[in-house]
């Protein structure tokens, strides 16, 4: 089983400002088979990457991703109102597993 | 528009069984292959099964292996999940998504409270 290793675990900043979320790998993930999710309280996960840079139907180019083998980031270039949440990534070489989640606070 | 509907949750004692529903629409059901995946209350998501598009193959997490099992019916583009055994810990909401690999979309998932 491979598991993700998401940092940080919280991540406080103010609207306007660049988020850059970390998820590492304990083997590495064939075929940059990896995804990101964003998760809102009392909300469904929305897919915002996959193939660990491809952006999903209607997500927003302020987020990016990048990475490949057993590190990988997601990057939200300028932070929106609506964009604090909580992260997770996610990969599918093997047996799905989700990292632990890294939450983005207003600071 | 893809619609993914989960049903079945509901309060169950420890050593109970729940079978969970998930109906889909919006999308060639039978071509895809379907997942389940569980958050805890305030706690992050898990993959719990999965099962290829005309159900001959399916995997568990180890967590659930021997007391869950999953299943699909293309007709009626239905996706189960039968619970066995259940225990506190498998205390979650259960959320059904199509996906070879990245899960989209998500249904609104089914709460499964397991306690005395």
């Known amino acids: ?56 139907t209607g997500i927003p180019d302020r987020f990016s991703g990048s990475g490949s083998g057993t590190d990988f980031t997601l990057t939200i270039s300028r932070l929106e109102p609506e964009d604090f949440a909580v992260y997770y990534c996610q990969q599918y070489g093997s047996s799905p597993s989700f990292g632990g989640g890294t939450k983005v606070e207003i600071k | ?18 079978r969970l529903s998930c109906a889909a629409s919006g999308f060639t059901f039978s071509s895809y292959w379907m997942h389940w995946v569980r958050q805890a209350p305030g ?12 159900g001959s193959s399916t995997n568990y997490a180890d967590s659930v292996k021997g007391r869950f099992t999953i299943s699909r019916d293309n007709a009626k583009n239905t ?6 055994s259940l225990r506190a810990e498998d205390t979650a909401v259960y959320y059904c998504a199509p996906g070879r690999g990245w899960f989209d979309p998500w249904g609104q998932g089914t709460l499964v ?4």
Do not use: F, H
């Open chain 1, 1 to 56: 089983e491979i598991v993700l290793t998401q940092s940080p675990g919280t991540l406080s900043l103010s609207p306007g400002e660049r988020a850059t979320l970390s998820c590492r790998a304990s083997q590495s993930v064939s075929s940059s088979y990896l995804a990101w999710y964003q998760q809102k309280p009392g909300q469904t996960p929305r897919l915002l990457i996959y193939g660990a840079s491809s952006r999903a």
């Open chain 2, 79 to 84: 996706l189960y999940l039968q619970m066995n």
């Open chain 2, 43 to 54: 706690k992050g998501l898990v993959w719990v099964s999965r099962i290829n598009s005309d």
């Open chain 2, 1 to 18: 528009e893809v619609q993914l509907v989960e049903s079945g949750g509901g309060l169950v004692q420890p050593g109970g069984s729940l």
């Open chain 2, 113 to 116: 409270t397991v306690s005395s």
